[in-house]
């Protein structure tokens, strides 16, 4: 884990979050056995839309899904939600050796497998150029397992977990 | 005799990734309709991906064979914020003209798909690991910003 300790804005903390949301996302792509090339090619755009958000505080939930392009159907999905409202010693702090811990245990996908970023929004949320409405895939079958608070700040943290059948 | 030129650059939390390597190409390329600010926005998301995993934070985004060599790093968490180390001061002349060429530091595990996906699109910008620096012709020379220049070899003779 690495800390830093000062005090700090919600503002920084958003940015923060952000950045360390899609960089542990890039990672999980690159782990579980993907190649993050399309990920990294709207890193802006994810920036926009989840930074937006979470300033705003509708951001709920960012969320990885693996799919098979073939058909469409889930394969695992990686989520890390939001938390407003956290008390923390003012630092701004990442756990990447658990996220790292539970790529591991979450294994590898076939690497045909391709994958989409999707984000929850509570009701009121407004338009950010380049996002547009989105259903989920099923999860039917699949179990959740939660990894626990991987990302956090002033005000802010996100929990990290994923499915598996 | 090689000069080079150092910045530091702010990223997050003062930017995201996307603002710090915006900054970057500014002082890069200085003009926004040059070839160079179209090669270097092509490499955004793999500069973005350094920048968010701090790659840029001990080893230097480099710039070379179009003038001075130019080193940028950047500033993370509290230096930052509070920007005491900060140079993001204009280049004295423009480092991304005649035969120019970029390499961007990559965490070891991000350089095989990064210069896969560069070479795909770019012809100018490279990834390379942390772990490796770019030539040696930095070695003959270091110039810093301030215009004070320092023969390495004369001086560790004395």
Known sequence: MS???FSISYAYTVTYV????LLALKEIIREIGLDPSKFTEDWGL???????????RHLERVSLEIYKPRTGELVTRWDIDVIYGTVGDGSLWVDTAAIRYAIVKAGAVPSSCDYDLKLKNSDGWTAVAGWSAASFRSTDGF???AVG????????????????? | MSTVIARRVAATPARD??????KIVALLAPDPKSEARKELAKAAGIACSSIASEATKDAAIVVWGGGARVRVYCLFDEDAITGDDKNEDALPS????????ISIPCLTEDVGWSQRKLSATCTRVFARSVDEDVSDGEKEATRTSTGMSINMAEFFKS
């Not at chain 1, 608070?149 to 977990?161: D, E, F, R, V, Y």
């Open chain 1, 3 to 5: 800390t830093s300790t």
């Open chain 1, 18 to 21: 952000t950045t360390k949301m």
């Open chain 1, 46 to 56: 994810y920036e926009r839309g989840i930074s937006t958000w979470l300033t705003s």
């Open chain 1, 143 to 145: 179990k959740r397992y």
């Open chain 1, 149 to 165: 608070a991987t990302i956090g700040g002033n005000g802010l943290a996100a929990q990290t977990a994923y499915w598996s059948r």
């Open chain 2, 17 to 22: 990734a996307s603002q710090t390597w915006d």
């Open chain 2, 94 to 101: 423009n480092p991304t003209q005649g035969d120019w060429k």
